[in-house]
């Protein structure tokens, strides 16, 4: 198994505090834990495996409780699917899971054998439909009798004028086809 350094691992220090963490989920540190933390994250720049890890932080005499605190706070990670930078949905879907799972690849397994129901298609259903269609579910099911009206275009944003007086679940099925073509 091989280590790197997560793209949503951040580090950031101020007058009185260091701080490091993942996106919101983010914790203090002690000037040890930040600077053995920070040369460690260097190091898994490039993925390495736990041995090269364990001899690096003897070398270089860091903890390896640094390690596993790093690991468990998602600063570093072993799903080989984030090694490697890529401009593509999955990508920025899988360090998305990675950061609320510990196990990115079946949660995205499971939601591909779901099938998901929105009900409502207006602000809160357009939005999750289009998150949750990203996340390619087996099938999801749009439940809405509702029709576009004017005052929905400025919170439902799978909707435009040329929409007004459509059928919200034919036009946000429609919209979400094109997206998955893309």
Excluded: W
């Amino acid at each position: 198994m091989k280590f790197k350094t997560s793209f949503v691992a951040t580090a950031a220090k101020t007058k009185t505090e260091k701080i490091l963490g993942v996106g919101t989920k983010q914790f203090l540190a002690t000037d040890f834990v930040f600077d053995n933390s920070l040369q460690l994250l260097k190091f898994l720049a490039k993925p390495k495996s736990f041995d090269e890890c364990i001899t690096y932080m003897n070398k270089f005499e860091i903890p390896v409780n640094t390690f596993k605190l790093l690991l468990d706070h998602k600063l570093i990670t072993s799903f080989s699917e984030n090694f490697e930078k890529k401009d593509k949905m999955r990508f920025k879907n899988d360090l998305y899971l990675e950061s609320i799972t510990s196990s990115p690849d079946v949660v995205e397994k499971n939601i591909q054998k779901t099938t998901l129901i929105i009900i409502g298609c207006g602000g809160i259903g357009n939005f999750m439909s289009y998150g949750f269609q990203s996340l390619d579910p087996k099938q999801m099911i749009l439940i809405d009798g509702d029709t576009i009206e004017a005052s929905n275009l400025n919170r439902q944003m799978m909707f435009t004028e040329g929409d007004i007086g459509k059928k919200k679940t034919s036009v946000l099925a429609r919209e979400l086809k094109k997206e998955i073509q893309n």
